[in-house]
């Protein structure tokens, strides 16, 4: 009997079919174990010839199996989390309006109040010009009638003259003569007051001077949810998603986006670890370094827990500028908003730096450990047993001994990091004895409202074994930082590395190990880390790809 095969062509099956695609009328009731596919009882001598097989009724218990944990794992894990990407996205289409409203209205102010004043300076010029004028009018119109006496004297003064030498006595010419030689004095031409205007021909630089900077932080710094690939470490069976919600984010990241110059089409960049982090550079801060915060442009803001100097560096390590506090600084945070930063002190004061100098914003009742300024423009604050978060005037919103637990979530915080995909905050916890806690140091992780997702307590496969350089010694974070993706980087102190582990607490990867005590961790916009080692070595790192 011939075969469709024997025709080199190839048939696929359709869903729901029972009947064998090889052999008119066969039954589908068996499953050929090396081919992964369905067979008839003709198949025996020929498709599937020596193949192993079974009914096709005895797999229906396992398939029946990967079916429900199928569903399980897509109802507890990706439907949960893409909830949480959608009830995000909810909050930043109303944080977006708002802030957008905000800055309209704040620009509009700004323009009324430059026209307002622009008003007032025409006015009081217009004023000067009006006076001058007047004041002007005046010595004009007495000169000119002094003008007009000294003529009408001068006249006068002729018709004698002429009278006299046509018939005057010797007496009367002798007089004439002597009054020419006395003559009235002409008036003097007065001053008058000038005035001039010259227009700027090229005023935009002035008026946008005037008008204040704007700020504005597109698609190119900061990709939002669809424009990123959040299934990070699938390969590894380690991902974000499931490998069938994978392909539908995919897609979506990868969707073209026409751009405004002329027809060139870009796509958004997608998100991939790379197989071996590149180290793009190295070198050694003229200062001691517990913290560090990178700026939009490059640059990285760095402060010491003993010291009270805020010290701006560049790429390649060189310092830009230093500003001074008054105490000992703690813990310093970049605002993601407004791009300034914030410092929380040894004497309980946090502080915003605006135009090179420290201004004073609040006071906590507790020494702070750490700050993180949030999207939402508010401070949260890290003191022993507490995260408090509080609005920029020092408002107390939320705080953690307000939800009802007994045991505080953390006992010594030392790092605190909001998520920019789903808001939930990271905190590194020392869990110190001397402040009550276990001595069990971990990263806790709480949603926007601080209640609590999970708990990372530094745990690594058994596939990424630990090196002779580190992954022995206790777990200790010494920071923590997400990335524009919402995956959580880790320095793990006393082991010297970098650990990377996703939104829901699943490890992904080692990202980098040094050769001494990792102290302090953050991104950029692009996602390239800076960390410092030891107390002084910094180095730039490359851990994904766009």
Request: overall charge positive; glycine content about 6%; charged content about 20%.
């Amino acid at each position: 009997m011939a075969t469709s095969l024997d025709k080199a062509q190839i048939h696929f099956r359709v869903k729901g079919q029972t009947t064998c695609i090889h052999h008119k009328g066969g039954q589908l009731d068996l499953y050929c174990k090396e081919c992964h596919q369905l067979a008839c009882t003709n198949c025996l001598s020929i498709v599937h010839k020596s193949h192993s097989l079974c009914r096709l009724d005895e797999i229906t218990p396992q398939k029946k199996e990967d079916i429900q944990n199928y569903i399980d794992k897509t109802e507890k894990d990706d439907l949960v989390q893409i909830d949480q990407y959608i009830t995000a996205t909810e909050e930043h289409l109303k944080d977006n309006a708002s802030n957008f409203e905000i800055f309209s209205h704040q620009l509009k102010t700004q323009t009324n109040q430059l026209k307002h004043d622009l008003d007032l300076i025409t006015a009081e010029t217009l004023s000067l010009y009006q006076q001058l004028e007047e004041d002007n009018t005046k010595l004009l119109q007495t000169y000119k009638k002094d003008l007009e006496m000294y003529s009408t004297q001068l006249k006068k003064q002729v018709q004698e003259c002429k009278i006299a030498l046509q018939r005057g006595s010797d007496i009367q010419i002798y007089d004439a003569g002597s009054e020419i030689q006395s003559s009235v004095t002409p008036p003097v031409e007065p001053t008058l007051g000038t005035a001039s205007f010259i227009p700027n021909r090229i005023p935009q630089a002035y008026l946008q001077q005037a008008l204040g900077k704007v700020n504005i932080l597109g698609r190119g710094q900061r990709q939002a949810l669809q424009g990123r690939d959040r299934s990070v470490g699938s390969s590894a069976g380690q991902g974000l998603l499931s490998t069938q919600l994978q392909s539908k984010v995919k897609v979506n990241a990868t969707s073209t986006q026409q751009i405004s110059k002329g027809r060139k089409e870009v796509t958004s960049p997608v998100y991939t670890l790379l197989p071996q982090t590149k180290v793009l550079g190295e070198w050694w801060s003229p200062r001691n370094i517990t913290s560090v915060c990178a700026t939009t442009d490059g640059q990285v803001w760095t402060s010491n827990s003993g010291s009270d100097t805020l010290t701006l560096l560049d790429r390649k390590g060189t310092v830009i500028l230093e500003v001074k506090h008054n105490t000992v600084i703690k813990d310093i945070s970049l605002s993601p908003t407004t791009n300034t930063l914030w410092v929380c002190d040894r004497v309980k004061n946090n502080t915003e730096l605006v135009s090179g100098r420290l201004i004073h914003r609040f006071s906590v009742t507790e020494t702070p450990q750490c700050i993180c300024i949030t999207a939402s423009n508010h401070v949260i604050v890290g003191t022993v047993k507490h995260i408090s978060k509080f609005t920029t005037k020092g408002k107390l919103v939320l705080t953690t001994s307000a939800v009802g637990t007994r045991k505080p979530f953390v006992y010594r915080p030392y790092s605190i990091s909001e998520c920019p995909v789903t808001h939930n905050v990271a905190v590194a916890d020392w869990d110190s004895e001397d402040d009550g806690g276990d001595r069990e140091p971990r990263v806790v992780v709480m949603d926007k409202d601080f209640k609590k997702r999970f708990v990372y307590d530094g745990e690594v496969p058994h596939t990424y074994q630990p090196t002779s350089q580190s992954g022995g010694k206790r777990f200790n974070p010494s920071g923590v930082v997400y990335d524009s993706v919402g995956n959580l980087a880790i320095g793990d102190y006393y082991n010297n590395r970098i650990l990377l582990i996703s939104g829901r607490g699943e490890f992904l990867k080692t990202i980098h190990t040094g050769d001494d005590w990792t102290r302090a961790v953050c991104v950029n916009s692009k996602d390239v880390m800076w960390t410092v080692f030891g107390v002084n070595k910094v180095k730039l790192l490359q851990y994904s790809s766009v």
